[in-house]
């Protein structure tokens, strides 16, 4: 059989409390730790709480809107008057397009009026 040899340190009383302090101090933060760790997972369930209840209000909202649309009159409109509202649009634009380009003419021939002033003085 093994017989075992207990080993003695003689330690001086200052380096006893030196490390009596360490341990102390050690402690200390490890309970430090432990109370952040306990706060971080309170914040992460009130956090998944909040998120859940964000998910419901948005599922409910999504829900008002599909009942407020389902409730909104649906008008068909025929296909003509939708080719006619498109001739006239496409009318309006021309004529827009015409008064740009009568625009543009005007101020061409008035900056020729201008320099043929310009070259008679």
Same mark, same amino acid.
Request: aromatic share 6%.
């Given at each position: 059989m093994v017989t075992e040899n207990p080993v003695y340190l003689k330690v001086e009383y200052s380096e006893s409390v030196y490390s009596k302090k360490n /341990?102390?101090?050690? +402690?200390?933060?490890? /309970? =430090?730790?432990?109370?952040? /760790?306990? =706060? &971080?997972?309170?914040?992460? @369930? +009130? +956090?998944?709480?909040?998120?859940? @209840? /964000? &998910?419901?209000?948005? =599922? +409910?909202?999504?829900?008002?809107?599909?009942?407020? =649309?389902?409730?909104f009159p649906y008008i068909k409109v025929p296909e003509r008057q939708k080719i006619d509202e498109m001739q006239i649009k496409e009318k309006r634009k021309a004529i827009e397009d015409n008064k740009d380009l009568e625009r543009q003419l005007q101020e061409i021939q008035e900056k020729l009026r201008e320099l043929e002033n310009n070259s008679n003085q």
């Open positions: /341990i102390l101090s050690a +402690e200390m933060s490890l /309970i =430090k730790i432990a109370k952040v /760790i306990k =706060k &971080y997972k309170l914040l992460r @369930q +009130e +956090e998944f709480i909040l998120r859940m @209840q /964000i &998910y419901k209000l948005i =599922k +409910e909202t999504n829900a008002m809107i599909k009942k407020t =649309k389902s409730t």
